[in-house]
């Protein structure tokens, strides 16, 4: 079993930043790929970012450039370093982890969740 935590949510202005922290506990981190998600109201869940155990990283096209997920397995913790926030950015964003990266994003049903946290922009 996974436990995932996020963190770093909350209200920005256009053009602002954020960084955003998933947190795992359980099972060990390293053999999980992770990602992030992130759903706007009246919307379906939309893949983000996802990373493997290597680090390699993947990136939808509507956050490429922006947006970076890293990952510290030392501190069983992903990021999502979000610049250039506009305000179609804002929805809950929730990290997940699978032992198979390539099934982030593509959508398979994923292992764990964490509950989200709500990240907005105003305009």
């Known amino acids: 079993q996974v436990q995932l935590v996020e963190s770093g949510g909350g209200l920005v202005q256009a053009g602002g930043s954020l960084r955003l922290s998933c947190a795992a506990s359980?099972?060990?981190?390293?053999?999980?790929?992770m990602g992030w998600f992130r759903q706007a109201p009246g919307k379906e869940r939309e893949f983000v970012a996802r990373?493997?155990?290597?680090?390699?990283?993947f990136y939808a096209n509507s956050v490429k450039g922006r947006f970076t997920i890293s990952r510290d397995n030392a501190k069983n913790t992903v990021y999502l370093q979000m610049n250039s926030l506009k305000p179609e950015d804002t929805a809950v964003y929730s990290c997940?982890?699978?032992?198979?990266?390539?099934?982030?994003?593509?959508?398979?049903?994923?292992?764990?969740w964490g509950q989200g946290t709500q990240v907005t922009v105003s305009s």
């Open positions: 997940a982890a699978d032992r198979v990266p390539t099934r982030i994003g593509a959508g398979y049903e994923l292992e764990y």
């Open positions: 990373i493997s155990w290597s680090g390699t990283t």
């Open positions: 359980g099972r060990t981190f390293s053999n999980y790929a």
